[in-house]
Nanobody
């Protein structure tokens, strides 16, 4: 019912910036919550940033002050602005959206993007 398409990953030098996008399409009444996760080789997937429908945000300590999660309601798109990137930020990044499909059914479902590679290296 809903498709997520991620974009914006790539190779960047330390200190550089990237903006990841996660565009949702399909049966969407409201995005209740959103998050960005990452998984580095040999490591578990970890939460990087999250935002509730009310606007409350939560960031991993390792990215506080450098990453910002935001949304464009009109486009059903979620962003992760990543500044001052470090080699340890290298990972596959996944968006996660909790989506309510209709006005009449409050049940929300969990969706994941396909992942986008971010490599920070000189």
């Amino acid at each position: 019912q809903v498709q997520l398409v991620e974009s914006g990953g790539g190779l960047v030098q330390p200190g550089g910036s990237l903006r990841l996008s996660c565009a949702a399409s399909g049966s969407i009444f409201r995005i209740n919550a959103m998050g960005w996760y990452r998984q580095a080789p040999g490591k578990q997937r970890e939460l990087v940033a999250a935002r509730t429908v009310g606007g409350n945000t939560n960031y991993a300590d390792s990215v506080k002050g450098r990453f910002t999660i935001s949304r464009d309601n009109a486009k059903n798109t979620v962003y992760l602005q990543m500044n001052s990137l470090k080699p340890e930020d290298t990972a596959v990044y996944y968006c996660n959206l909790v989506i309510r499909h209709t006005l009449y059914n409050p049940t929300a479902q969990d969706y994941w993007g396909q992942g986008t590679q971010v490599t920070v290296s000189s």
